[in-house]
């Protein structure tokens, strides 16, 4: 059921939640395969699905039907000793952090390794060495209420790996942090991914978090996948609605362009001092009306002999 490459595959994966009155399908059908060693996206709106999905990943949630093979393993056909030691192959990173506030920083990096029943002096040491990878060795004694939000979410970051993780799973992990912050938390998360080579599912609101972080990325609408493929695939050529809602959210206020031609120009991480307008009049010996730019997600639009409506 699982191939070499894939460490987690999502099989008809579906979760219903029932009370006594009604049922909310949360998930429907989910077919994934996320591969070792990449950071994989999971993008949706609110109430789309994301929290769901990623709580059966580590099956938080049992689900309804389907599978979760995790590490060639079905977790649904696991003994409840068997299950523990899997969840502490993948770690959990929250929006809120959650900390303990009365533990200071080594000893809540300590807490899991507590949990697995490892000895307080190697806890201790591995401790160390994880406040260390995140930057934070000045603040081993420091508790959550001295810490700022980005210091906090590294010292979350550093709880997450203690018991040695295969994957870590990202829930809305930045959605609590300034820019520069979330800029700073996503660049630990590309470094923690290429040095130890852990596998990091980053699920988000936010096409930015996607853009900037992510191999590849698959988009969740009313409880189902629309769409999975490479982040440039997806922003280049998005085929489902979501997807062009999510790409295009700059663009929304204009309802569509006509004329006889339009071209859509797509910034590709080269500088910007290259002349990309200009080379372009020049080659095409023609001028080239700006309709539109949209810096926020390095999509820019342009429009060729164009009025629009």
């Known amino acids: ?23 909310v399908k949360a998930l429907e059908n989910i077919n994934l395969s996320i591969q070792r060693g990449e950071i994989f996206g999971i993008i949706g709106l609110s109430g789309a699905g994301k929290s769901t999905l990623v ?16 590490d060639g393993n ?5 003994k409840e000793k068997e299950l523990l030691k899997a969840r502490q192959s993948m770690g959990m990173i929250f929006q809120q952090f959650n900390l303990l506030m009365q533990r200071n920083t080594v000893q809540n990096i300590c807490f899991p390794l507590e949990l697995a029943g490892v000895p307080k002096k190697e806890a201790k040491k591995r401790a160390l060495e994880l406040l260390d990878v995140v930057g934070l060795s000045d603040k081993a004694k420091a508790y ?12 979350a970051i550093a709880r ?29 998360l590309k470094d923690i991914n290429q040095k130890l080579g852990i596998t990091i599912i980053v699920i988000t609101h936010e096409m930015s978090v996607i853009e900037e ?13 629309a769409e999975v493929g490479s982040v440039e695939e997806v922003f280049v050529r998005p085929k489902s609605k979501i997807a062009k809602q999510l790409v295009f959210s700059g663009a929304s206020h204009i309802t569509h362009f006509e004329g006889e031609r339009n071209i859509r120009i797509i910034f590709d991480g080269r ?11 020049l080659e095409c010996k023609t001028p080239v ?3 539109f730019a949209d810096k926020k997600h390095s999509i820019w639009f342009f429009y060729h002999h164009l009025s629009h409506t």
């Open 213 to 225: 972080i992510c191999n590849r990325v698959a988009i969740i609408d009313q409880s189902q996948i």
């Open 271 to 281: 500088t910007s001092y290259e002349p990309v307008i200009a080379n372009m009049v």
């Open 160 to 188: 997450a790996l203690a018991t040695n993780p295969k994957v870590l799973l990202c829930d809305e992990a930045t959605s609590a942090l300034d820019p520069t912050t979330t800029r700073s938390i996503l660049n630990l």
């Open 74 to 78: 079905d977790l649904g056909s696991l």
């Open 1 to 23: 059921m699982s191939s070499e490459k894939s460490i987690i595959e999502l099989v008809e994966l579906s979760k219903i939640f029932r009370s006594k009155h009604n049922e």
């Open 55 to 70: 709580r059966c990943i580590n099956f938080l949630e049992k689900p309804t039907s389907g599978a979760v093979v995790f």
């Open 289 to 291: 009306n700006i309709m």
């Open 144 to 155: 959550p209420a001295q810490l700022s939000g980005g210091q906090k979410q590294r010292i």
